[in-house]
């Protein structure tokens, strides 16, 4: 009986769910007969219903488990901070594909690079880095990685 119930409510979740995204475009067909319904709206607004990309030119991610390759740690000075941002855009100027987070992470500065699925992506971007000779203390390290959709 609790699966009967429990199957019930994710198939009315799905349905729910799909309705919820097709709602504007329903309202906006032109049925003959029966006029035709016009709606002006912000286009965040759609976005936020899963219907389009925001006209923001804001791209969408996924955020899951992964690694990054870690190409400056300092301490919690202003020095550090000024460190990190000068690797960051190093970096930038060897590898312009490739993303770049800077952040404070307390105690520290952190420059990390990259979204890698996998430890042997990290690895062979690490190597690149490693053979221009302007980047020797990097290290492969797990992190929260973004994944454009």
Not at 38 to 52: K, V
Not at 77 to 88: F, G, I, L, S
């Amino acid at each position: 009986m609790r699966k009967l119930a429990l199957l019930t409510l994710l198939l009315v979740l799905a349905v729910v769910g799909v309705q919820a995204q097709g709602i504007v475009k329903s309202l906006e067909r032109n049925v003959p007969g029966q006029g035709k319904v016009t709606i002006h709206q912000d286009p965040r607004i759609e976005a936020l219903i899963g219907m389009e990309r925001p006209a923001t030119g804001e791209q969408k991610v996924i955020k899951t488990s992964g690694f990054r390759i870690q190409a400056y740690a300092g301490n919690n000075t202003r020095q550090a901070k000024n460190d990190a941002y000068h690797v960051a855009s190093r970096v930038k100027e060897y590898f312009p594909e490739l993303t770049v987070y800077t952040s404070f992470n307390p105690p520290r500065w952190l420059c990390r690079v990259g979204d890698f699925r996998s430890i042997e992506e990290a690895d062979a971007m690490m190597r690149r880095l490693k053979a221009t000779g302007v980047f020797k203390e990097v290290s492969i390290v797990r992190d929260q990685i973004n994944i454009p959709l």
